[in-house]
């Protein structure tokens, strides 16, 4: 019989490791694992949270729960993540058991998700997440308004809804819809290119239309989830309307503009956040004219510290999202800004790791690459010890709570480098039980039981 003890970390990385490099003995004990996990056999496991002394890691591992089902069984993409919730719920909690993640975070392919419900033409590769078609865009300048709500009863909504049901049931955690938010949906729909081309030459056109959305699509699909799980939380992503495509000036009064607008007058309006606004560094860009650089100034566009730019950047971005700090892999400012700020504003730090730190496929010098992770992984670490042990928080240090916290791989798959991410989890268990002061007496946060969680 498959034993989830087996495998605590590191050995169900290692397991992972060896079936990604082809090991045909390896691969058939990934197969009796997860006959095991989709059978139900670690379902009472996975009621068990992530201890709350600790800084934990979290993960979006969707796509490796594909990578392996279609390996081992020949699932593709439109079966694993339409046709059955209990399959692709267990798959995704055993993944993240093997991996030796901590905390439980349920995700899909949400830009994909979010436009398919309202006739956008998708592909579903074999083995790889939907995308929107961009060959076959949905709306236009002319035809935008007469986009209406979809029926959330069905199709992407109602697997959604089969999904979250599962994750509550088997885990215990409140149900997290995932859509994109105005600006991102607008780009799956509309095109990338002239949706740009509009933020430039007609911006009121741009917010008209992200309103339209905000109030005929995403505002009501969020009545929907509520309606269905009160105590349910809402992430939106918006990728699309970050500072490093749109620029930060765009993506304050554009994107994270459209956010408030469609939240206004809503009731669950503090349980929906957006926290993937990416690209924090161009706030620190200044560009400097030829009379500047003739003094001998910092030539055209190299960076120059813009605090000022950048604290009101971040500002905006607490606004659509004021239950946590987060810094992602593409921010590139220093980590102890992040730092700084959360304590200042009293919220929890957390920290991304981006799926090309850790793609097997662009590592050059792989040494050097592994002393560059632990460095940066260990300061990350420090920087969430150091927060989680000023700031106020919860007895349960958010362990219970469905949205990504602490350390978080912003994307685990197939072509991960599985030795990249075992050293930066091992920073992650390593740190040292997190100490809080409380009326002034420092105490240390009593341990969870070792079988807490496996992995």
């Excluded at 899909?108 to 309202?118: I, K, Q, R, S, V």
């Excluded at 810094?327 to 304590?343: G, M, N, P, T, W």
Aim: with cysteine.
């Amino acid at each position: 019989m498959t034993d989830l003890e087996n495998y605590r970390f590191p050995a169900g990385l290692h397991l992972l490791q060896r079936w990604q490099s082809g090991d045909a003995d390896a691969k058939q004990e990934v197969a009796r694992f997860f006959d095991a996990a989709i059978a139900g056999k670690f379902d009472n496991n996975f009621k068990l949270l992530a201890p709350a002394k600790c800084v934990h890691s979290t993960a979006s591992v969707h796509m490796l729960g594909l990578a392996v089902l279609h390996d081992l069984y020949g699932i593709e993409s439109r079966e694993y993540y339409h046709e059955d919730p209990y399959r692709y719920v267990r798959a995704n909690l055993a993944v993240s058991r093997l991996l030796g993640i901590s905390k439980f975070y349920m995700t899909w392919a949400l830009y994909a998700w979010t436009c398919e419900p309202l006739g956008q033409t998708m592909m579903y590769p074999d083995k790889f997440p939907p995308g929107a078609d961009p060959d076959a865009i949905l709306i236009n300048k002319n035809n935008w308004r007469d986009l209406k709500t979809p029926d959330f009863s069905t199709g992407v909504p109602a697997a959604i809804d089969g999904i979250l049901r599962v994750t509550q049931e088997l885990t215990g955690v409140a149900p997290l819809l995932q859509i994109s938010a105005p600006y991102s949906l607008a780009a799956d729909i509309y095109g990338q290119e002239p949706l740009l081309a509009d933020v430039i030459n007609d911006p009121d056109e741009v917010n008209a239309l992200l309103d339209h959305l905000g109030d005929t699509v995403l505002a009501p699909w969020m009545d929907h989830h509520f309606e269905m799980f009160p105590d349910g939380w809402v992430e939106l992503s918006d990728a699309s309307g970050s500072p490093f495509f749109i620029g930060p000036d765009n993506c304050m009064n554009m994107s994270i503009r459209s956010i408030r607008h469609m939240l206004r007058g809503k009731s669950y309006a503090d349980r929906v956040f957006d926290n993937n606004y990416r690209g924090d560094f161009v706030a620190e860009v200044r560009k400097k004219g030829r009379t500047a650089r003739r003094r001998g100034a910092i030539s055209e566009g190299a960076p120059t510290t813009d605090r000022a730019k950048l604290l009101a950047l971040t500002e905006a971005k607490v606004s659509v999202n004021p239950l946590f700090i987060m810094r992602l892999e593409s921010d590139k400012v220093d980590i102890s800004f992040y730092e700084e700020q959360a304590i200042a504003r009293n919220m929890p730090l957390t920290v991304g790791i981006g799926s090309p730190e850790i793609d097997r496929n662009s590592i050059e010098d792989l040494d050097a690459t592994k002393a560059e992770t632990v460095a940066n992984a260990r300061s990350f670490v420090a920087a969430i010890k150091n927060v989680c042990e000023t700031v106020d928080l919860p007895d349960d240090n958010h362990v219970g709570q469905s949205w990504p916290s602490h350390v978080y791989f912003e994307d685990v798959n197939g072509q991960s480098q599985f030795e990249l991410v075992e050293l930066i989890l091992r920073e992650v268990r390593d740190c040292p039980a997190i100490e809080r002061a409380r009326s002034g007496v420092s105490a240390i946060v009593q341990a969870a039981p070792d079988n807490a969680a496996v992995g």
